[in-house]
């Protein structure tokens, strides 16, 4: 069992900007083989357990994950040489966090940027590489940026959870109109606090429901141009 976490969280660029940028939850090894290098959390599957419950079980004893908006099954790996030793078949589930949340970490796990992996154990690269794209082509055909976004949030806000995690710029307008005619989020009545500038305060927007369903089987969010 091995998890794909992601979430989308602020990366320093220059001195003091920061950009949101789809992270990945990885685990240094501590032991041979492919020792120092960075892995997938996850384990082997208990005798009197489903997929879904051991792996829910592994992100919150080992990474003390419990902040996990959505969890899903996505693909089996079962390549005879993907291990050393014994032929191991692995069992891939997606998993996000939201923005705003800040789960404790064991000092051998980080989140990293999924556009600059450091050097990763096995299959995991492909691994993390596939529910990248999953999640991509998820985000234009179901409402599951539910489970990367706060709460509340302003248009700004979502454009850049949603930018960070297709990979492209994405338009907050064109993305209000998408959305809203799904009706996939809906407006809050209330405003989000003013900025140092000053100016209009932003309306805040909630996604209409947190449980997971498709919203339109057909639609794909396009890279501008």
Do not use: C
């Not at 992270?23 to 489903?50: I, N, T």
């Not at 509340?152 to 959870?161: Q, T, V």
């Amino acid at each position: 069992m091995l998890a794909v976490v992601f979430q989308v969280r602020q990366v320093l660029q220059a001195a003091t900007k920061r950009k949101p940028a789809l992270h990945v939850l990885l685990w240094q090894r501590a032991r041979e083989p492919e020792k120092e290098k960075w892995s997938l959390p996850g384990g082997r599957l208990d005798s009197d357990e489903d997929l879904t419950s051991s792996v829910s079980r592994q992100l919150a004893e080992k990474v003390d994950l419990k902040e996990l908006a959505h969890l899903e099954q996505l693909a089996v790996f079962s390549d005879p040489a993907r291990v050393p030793g014994p032929r191991t078949i692995a069992s891939t589930f997606l998993g996000l966090v939201p923005s705003p949340a800040t789960p404790e970490l064991p000092p051998d796990t980080r989140w990293h940027p999924v556009s600059s992996l450091p050097p990763m154990a096995f299959d995991h690269a492909p691994m993390v590489e596939h529910a990248r794209t999953r999640l991509v082509a998820k985000l234009s055909y179901t409402n599951i940026g539910f489970a990367l976004a706060p709460d509340e949030f302003a248009l700004s806000a979502l454009r850049d959870i949603y930018s960070a995690a297709l990979g492209h710029p994405v338009d907050a307008t064109n993305l209000q109109r998408v959305l809203e005619r799904r009706h996939v989020i809906t407006r809050t009545g209330t405003t989000a606090r003013s900025g140092r500038s000053g100016g209009r305060p932003a309306a805040l927007y909630r996604f209409t429901d947190s449980r997971y369903r498709v919203t339109d089987e057909f639609a794909a969010l396009r890279p501008p141009g």
